[in-house]
T-cell receptor
Framework: ELKVEQNPLFLSMQEGKNYTIYCNYS?????LYWYRQDPGKSLESLFV?????AVKQEGRLMASLDTKARLSTLHITAAVHDLSATYFC?????????FGKGTRLHILP | NAGVTQTPKFQVLKTGQSMTLQCAQD?????MSWYRQDPGMGLRLIHY???????DQGEVPNGYNVSRSTTEDFPLRLLSAAPSQTSVYFC????????????FGQGTRLTVV
């Protein structure tokens, strides 16, 4: 059974700082996704990572995938308040897309 | 550009009542899925479909039924609502089982009293 674990589950950080969110998963998979959810809203896709060593960047966010370690990271560079949201990773295995519990990111001005 | 449309947006049910949450997509996506979101639990997969006529169970299927008679529609039926089914429900669609980047509807907030 596929399990997806994110940590930390809650992160409060100052603007301008860097930080990393981790996503570990329990069985082999070649597809991993990152989503963002604003309070009371739906989820929107941020990154699609399809192979070992894949790295994607969008603005201050960068995601990477290490399939051998079963680990993905979402790195935030020089955080700004607009990045405050909940971030989810999701892993695809046997046609099921399983989500982590999410990381609630709160960026203090 | 409608994308994924869920109805209703809000619903209050009494225990034991049944209802259907509607989900429709206009992107000709083969893959569709239903999730529930509860505080501290992330999103949990209820049922999914890799194409019309094919459905399968996810992580938490008990108390829910689905059908997929057309590519566009994927309704979720609550057979006999229970307070434990109070949640926010999200429908999502993806291009196919080989490309499962999900596009989500706006959600249905369901309260069972």
């Amino acid at each position: 059974e596929l399990k997806v674990e994110q940590n930390p589950l809650f992160l409060s950080m100052q603007e301008g700082k860097n930080y990393t969110i981790y996503c570990n998963y329990s069985t082999t998979s070649d597809r991993l996704y990152w989503y963002r959810q604003d309070p009371g809203k739906s989820l929107e896709s941020l990154f699609v990572l399809l192979s070992n060593g894949a790295v994607k960047q969008e603005g201050r966010l960068m995601a990477s995938l290490d399939t051998k370690a079963r680990l993905s990271t979402l790195h935030i560079t020089a955080a700004v308040h607009d990045l405050s949201a909940t971030y989810f990773c999701a892993v695809d295995r046997d046609d099921k897309i399983i989500f982590g519990k999410g990381t609630r990111l709160h960026i203090l001005p | 550009n409608a994308g994924v449309t869920q109805t209703p947006k809000f619903q209050v049910l009494k225990t034991g009542q049944s209802m259907t949450l509607q989900c429709a997509q206009d992107m000709n996506h083969e893959y569709m899925s239903w999730y529930r979101q509860d505080p501290g639990m992330g999103l949990r997969l209820i049922h999914y479909s890799v194409g019309a006529g094919i459905t399968d169970q996810g992580e938490v299927p008990n108390g829910y039924n689905v059908s997929r008679s057309t590519t566009e529609d994927f309704p979720l039926r609550l057979l006999s609502a229970a307070p434990s089914q109070t949640s926010v429900y999200f429908c999502a669609s993806s291009y196919s089982a080989l490309n499962t980047e999900a596009f989500f509807g706006q959600g249905t907030r369901l309260t069972v009293v």
